[in-house]
């Protein structure tokens, strides 16, 4: 496949915990950084967290670190989203991203550095 497939989303508690997975694309040894994205309608898509698929070195948006922990199975070309101690506020549609790049720290957050989306899956966390 040529773009990431998402999977693992779902209703859940807050306080919950839900695991995300990322098939990367078939392309993944060209890949540098896999990143996941959140977005709520009607407002932007967010960077939740990324990680550098040599190093592994990884970053986090600040409502995401000490709760949400981003890893990767190179060997079977996977990412994941470790969700842990979920808020309502978490509701988003979660995205993997796939960017040649290496992730920076000046904008792994943004957008423009991914040429790769996956089609989403949807979190929704009640109170």
């Known amino acids: 496949h040529v773009r990431p497939v998402e999977s693992g989303g779902g209703p859940v508690q807050a306080g919950g915990s839900l695991r995300l997975s990322c098939e990367a694309p078939g392309y993944y040894y060209t890949m540098n950084c896999m990143a996941w994205f959140r977005q709520i309608p009607g407002q932007e898509r967010e960077g939740v967290a990324s990680i550098n698929v040599d190093s592994g070195d990884t970053y986090y948006t600040d409502s995401a670190k000490g709760r949400f922990t981003i890893s990767q199975d190179n060997a079977e070309n996977m990412v994941y989203l470790q969700m842990n101690n979920l808020k309502p506020e978490d509701t988003a549609m979660y995205y993997c991203?796939?960017?040649?790049?290496?992730?920076?720290?000046?904008?792994?957050?943004?957008?423009?550095?991914?040429?790769?989306w996956g089609q989403g899956t949807q979190v929704s966390v009640s109170s």
């Open positions: 991203a796939a960017a040649v790049g290496e992730c920076l720290a000046i904008d792994w957050a943004s957008k423009s550095p991914y040429q790769s």
